[in-house]
């Protein structure tokens, strides 16, 4: 019976979504779609869910679901974020199953600040989790493992992401301290034979995954040699600054503007960039069209790197017998 009653719940759930978010989106869902920029209280919204696929499969083909392996009694439940434009640096909401949760296991520098478990009417359970970390992590990422115990004959085992009833809300926060609203739009996901959650696509496309291993190395003569793997747009857009990390793709000065394929391995030069002084080099993914950035297209926390460069000394090449006849 609890099973019928979710599954309804769900699907009531999935109907009213579907009715609300007919709009088109972009990857940071600024103006909420078409709804008023009040609507949601926040300027974007992240988005939480369960996912049983590898993070290579992310944001193409999220995977909602698993068989049972024989014999599994301890589920594992991976919990991923999404859309996360600045980075997070913490998150609050909680994971929810009719089977009991045995702990939960943050991950990528997560640390689980309060938690508390609880039991509700209805019979589910219910782990209220407040995660933080020390500097910002873009999506998608994975937060950490859900440790499900799978009660005796119960097939499927099934597990959503909820507010946080104990410390208030389902949301993010970014590394500037802003409070972004949070939600989980899969409605959870399941393990085992049953079908009970209709995997529900995303109400916002996912933005950029970012630029990686962004390098800044002396170069030949009066260069800057900098490296990087493409992050997911068609170009890559590198700043520059000489007393911060540039935060935008407007912010500092220019260095390129490239085009660029996910994964691809780029090299590009500084030419007489400034001397003598530190230099903070900022790569961003973003989409284009017509040589207009897509302005929902890019992670905001890409690669980084500094350098400091310092010009070579002029030199001539000569030979000693050149130098003896000269000292003549």
Wanted: aromatic share 14%; charged share 20%.
């Amino acid at each position: 019976m609890r099973k019928r009653i979710k599954t309804v719940f769900l699907i009531s759930i999935f109907i009213i979504f579907s009715i609300i978010y007919t709009a088109p989106g972009y990857a940071q869902c600024y103006g909420s779609l078409n709804l008023p920029a009040d609507y949601f209280k926040y300027d974007y919204l992240v988005r939480l869910c369960v996912h049983f696929g590898d993070l290579s499969d992310l944001p193409g083909d999220v995977i909602c679901s698993r068989t049972l392996q024989e014999g599994e009694s301890l589920v594992e439940v991976p919990v991923y974020f999404f859309n996360a434009r600045d980075g997070i640096i913490g998150v609050r909401f909680a994971v929810e199953s009719f089977d009991s949760i045995a702990s939960f296991s943050p991950q990528n520098g997560f640390s689980i600040i309060q938690s508390s478990k609880e039991r509700d009417q209805a019979g589910y359970y219910r782990m209220n989790i407040k995660a933080e970390k020390g500097d910002p992590l873009c999506g998608p990422a994975l937060i950490g493992y859900a440790y499900i115990v799978r009660s005796e004959g119960s097939d499927p085992v099934w597990v959503n992401i909820e507010e946080n009833s104990t410390y208030g809300g389902i949301y993010a926060t970014d590394r500037y301290g802003n409070v972004h609203y949070a939600f989980s739009p899969r409605h959870g996901g399941y393990v085992g034979s049953d079908f009970l959650y209709t995997c529900q696509e995303p109400i916002c496309e996912e933005p950029n995954l970012p630029v990686l291993d962004l390098v800044a190395e002396p170069g030949y003569a009066n260069s800057v040699k900098l490296t990087w793997t493409a992050g997911g747009g068609d170009h890559t857009i590198i700043r520059y600054s000489t007393d911060h990390f540039p935060e935008g793709y407007a912010d500092g000065l220019s260095l390129v503007n490239i085009e660029s394929s996910p994964g691809e391995i780029k090299q590009v030069s500084h030419v007489d960039p400034p001397s003598d002084i530190v230099i903070y080099y900022t790569a961003f993914s973003v989409s284009s069209v017509s040589g207009e950035v897509i302005r929902n297209s890019f992670v905001d926390c890409g690669a980084t790197d500094t350098t400091f460069f310092s010009k070579p000394i002029a030199t001539e090449t000569t030979s000693w017998g050149a130098l003896k006849s000269k000292m003549k």
